[in-house]
T-cell receptor, first 116, second 109 residues
Framework: GAGVSQSPSNKVTEKGKDVELRCDPISGHTALYWYRQSLGQGLEFLIYFQGNSAPDKSGLPSDRFSAERTGGSVSTLTIQRTQQEDSAVYLCASSPRPSGGNNEQFFGPGTRLTVL | RKEVEQDPGPFNVPEGATVAFNCTYSNSASQSFFWYRQDCRKEPKLLMS???SGNEDGRFTAQLNRASQYISLLIRDSKLSDSATYLC??????????FGAGTRLFVKA
């Protein structure tokens, strides 16, 4: 079946602009994560959605970052007033069960964001 | 100190070699452990879970040492296709999953 999809695959933007990154999780998966991966670094947790519960935003690096998940499915990560340090690959992952990180996470191909 | 630490490598090994990676974690209350594989410019994919008693999947063996707070991954009879970055992943409860920065492996003919 279809895996996790993300769009766009690449995004180049100018410093100060806003960007929106989209994630389509696997159908039926209730848990959804956003991560950020800088060159040569591990995955940095950003935000977690579980069903209709309030998201855990504890990993968001600043108030310029926000995310929403509509109808328990598609999620959008928004970065306002982008900075050069925001340049990274943004990965979305979904998981089929509500016990969070104790289950396999299925990752999308990521969005490579470059802020000039 | 990072919550999950890995030797970044790279490990350069010939085909057929046995190679082992270690990963240490700082939270003694960590509950579950995994190894993910990430190919260059690709997304991470689950390689195997790590069970308390140790587990094996073909050429891959994972072990957990709770007393010393580390997990290991052993790859026997390395193949060219094993070249990738191996991410250590620790689940600490609730939703939170901590990824290590990864260990890079190059297998050469």
């Amino acid at each position: 079946g279809a895996g996790v999809s993300q769009s766009p695959s690449n995004k180049v933007t100018e410093k100060g602009k806003d960007v929106e990154l989209r994630c389509d999780p696997i159908s039926g998966h209730t848990a959804l994560y956003w991560y950020r991966q800088s060159l040569g670094q591990g995955l940095e947790f950003l935000i977690y959605f579980q069903g209709n519960s309030a998201p855990d935003k504890s990993g968001l690096p600043s108030d310029r970052f926000s995310a929403e998940r509509t109808g328990g499915s598609v999620s959008t990560l928004t970065i306002q007033r982008t900075q050069q340090e925001d340049s990274a690959v943004y990965l979305c992952a979904s998981s089929p069960r509500p016990s969070g990180g104790n289950n396999e996470q299925f990752f999308g191909p990521g969005t490579r964001l470059t802020v000039l | 100190r990072k919550e999950v630490e890995q030797d970044p490598g790279p490990f350069n090994v010939p085909e057929g070699a046995t190679v082992a990676f270690n990963c240490t974690y700082s939270n003694s209350a960590s509950q579950s452990f995994f190894w993910y594989r990430q190919d260059c410019r690709k997304e991470p994919k689950l390689l195997m879970s790590v069970y308390s008693s140790g587990n094996e999947d073909g050429r891959f063996t994972a072990q957990l040492n709770r007393a010393s707070q580390y997990i290991s991954l052993l790859i026997r009879d390395s193949k060219l296709s094993d070249s990738a970055t191996y991410l250590c992943v620790v689940y600490t409860g609730g939703f939170k999953t901590i990824f290590g920065a990864g260990t890079r492996l190059f297998v050469k003919a």
